[in-house]
């Protein structure tokens, strides 16, 4: 693709968009797809063009294309958002057993292969 050159689908997967619009009378869904797809073009035209003078194509798809969590990832991720904070009312630990529970389910997380 050249700097110059729009961005334009090709006749068949404009088909495809303009069928599932007569289908599910979604124009939200076609337009997202569409716009999808353009963000896609351009992005691997750029990381075209960076690879061939910086090599750094990967890092910017990467970057800007990330791979989902795994499920432990998205585990810890969630454990971590739920963060136990001490509640100590007159010496005593309030939460003590919450809050072991949650260490145990974490530690337990983290040794789970990626």
Not at 10 to 31: I, S, T
Not at 62 to 72: D, M, Q, T
Request: proline content about 5%.
């Amino acid at each position: 693709m050249s700097n110059n050159e729009p961005i334009t689908p090709p006749l068949e997967l404009v088909k495809q968009w303009r069928d599932a619009l007569f289908v599910d009378h979604d124009m939200e869904k076609v337009a997202t797809q569409a716009a999808q797809w353009g963000a896609e073009q351009e992005l691997e035209a750029c990381c075209e063009w960076v690879q061939g003078y910086a090599e750094c194509g990967d890092s910017l798809r990467a970057a800007r294309r990330p791979k989902p969590l795994n499920l432990k990832e998205q585990a810890l991720a969630t454990l971590s958002s739920m963060q136990i904070d001490p509640v100590v009312v007159n010496g005593v630990h309030l939460n003590a057993d919450v809050m072991a529970k949650y260490d145990i389910i974490r530690r337990a997380l983290e040794q789970l292969d990626d």
